[in-house]
């Protein structure tokens, strides 16, 4: 039986991205993976909720709980050297290059196993000139629209980070979900239990101010 095709929303800012990326392609390669990049920051100014860089505690945690992650999957991974950094010009480069797997992994690999960032100015331009890639292909009005659809397409779905798995309009976020989608995927009947269902419809007791 054929895997549906799955919408893999991601931006190259995430080190769950990148480290659910590697765990999908490593431990389910048959997956029929679109990559879709979107600027995370754009979900967060629509959904009004800060990201996890952007509270003070939450980002030495972040960080140090992304290399326990690494090192419990044997996942190869190198901390850039600031963190939160502009992403547009690899997602734009992405978009360039069709967003294959080969590209969305040596991106990935640019900044999570160098350390490398766009603002790094010589590494960027060999990057550019590894892949065959001028500055002017990435900035083309076409590829902005074609970031700025994927960015509506996600909310229109519900989306509201990266890395999200969209598949049958079923919703998996974070690299914390990777076993739930593959169990979902594999027709376990959790899915299908009561329970799952009322997950869905539990009601709000409380509303905090703001």
Known sequence: MSQPAIDWYFDFISPYAYLQ???L????????????PVLFAGLLSHWDHKGPAEITPKRSWTYAHCLWIARRHDIPMQLPTAHPFNPLPLLRLALALDSTDEVVDRLFAYVWRQGLLPSDESAWQDLLDE???????????AIKQTLHDNCEQAIEAGVFGVPTAVVNDQLFWGVDATDMLLAYLAD???FRSEGYAKAHQLPAAVHRRK
């Open 21 to 23: 990326w590697q765990r």
């Open 25 to 36: 392609r490593r431990e389910a390669p048959q997956l029929a993976l679109k990559p879709k």
């Open 131 to 141: 892949l065959l890639v001028e500055p002017a292909d990435i900035s083309t009005d």
């Open 188 to 190: 376990d009947a959790f």
